[in-house]
């Protein structure tokens, strides 16, 4: 059931599908990745067969990759294909000498890859900065989306950012003359306690984390410290970020999300730290055809937390389709 009516302003309820799922195992591996090479484009992607010709794509959010999407990908497999990404400095994606990682270039680039693709209208699904890039490119290029589904979409949110890092050291790490010391610090930090670092942070209830995923996420910490162009990346796309919230209101996401004209489903969690629940309503009044779910006791990764809540709710907004 939709909580959307706990709060102030009336927001439709969204359609909770009653459609067959396939049994959800949090223990199985990530999807078998590949490169894909469309519109010019090169972005490594974890491929999750399904039925019809339909496909959907997942746009993981800052600090993410395709992996984020393992469990819902699977609980939808049996209505869509699916192409979870890794953007271009995350995952396994190699990222352009060039590339600026602005929440501009990141939207051009996915917009790209899609038209690409020649595989019609997507179902295009994004979590948190990677909803603020599907959001972009849903207002951008309407013709290549059948629905949206936006995941904790990173909208302007200036709060004091100490308490939303999974490590606060990070704050000073990059600062003159203390910011040596500090790196070196959190270099000394496992794999795995920097994979626990961020569960605690996204995560409403850590403890939900099955041994597997934790050691799938610990596993892609050891390799990202292998690759020259991870922490640039990531620093990059930050700052990216920031600057996107930072801008004049005429350009910024607030005044895109009108120009949404895309069914969109919007799901958020009340104990998201990241990306506080009380941007959704406003979020959701502002997308001219969107709905919003809200999921207590949920934090920054629904679709990771809620697999198959948020399933349905994707799926009652697919079948819906231009009723909604």
Known sequence: MSLATTFRAPLTRVPLSGAELPPIDLTSPAWPGEELMAGGQTLHVRRTPGQGDVTAVYVHGLGGSAMNWTDLAGQLSGHAAGLAVDLPGFGRTIPRDDYTYTLEEHADTLAAWLRGLD??????????????????????????????????PAMPD??????????????LAF???????VRRQLARLTARERAQQLIDLCFADPSQVTEERMAEAAAEFAERTKL???????????????RAWMVPRTRGLWAIAPRVSTPTLVVWGTEDRLVTVRKAPRTTRLLPRGRLLVLPRVGHVAQMERPTTVARAVLGLWEAGDDW
Do not use: F, Q
């Open 158 to 171: 200036l709060r004091p950012s100490v308490n939303r890092m999974s490590d606060p050291r990070m704050a």
């Open 119 to 152: 595989a019609g209208k997507v179902h295009l699904l994004g979590n948190s900065m990677g909803g603020a890039i599907s959001m972009l490119v849903a207002a951008r290029h309407p013709e290549l989306l059948r629905t949206l589904t936006l995941v904790s």
């Open 228 to 242: 020259a162009w991870a922490t640039p990346a990531l620093a990059r796309s930050t700052i990216g970020l920031i």
């Open 175 to 181: 600062l003159p003359v203390v910011g040596k010391p």
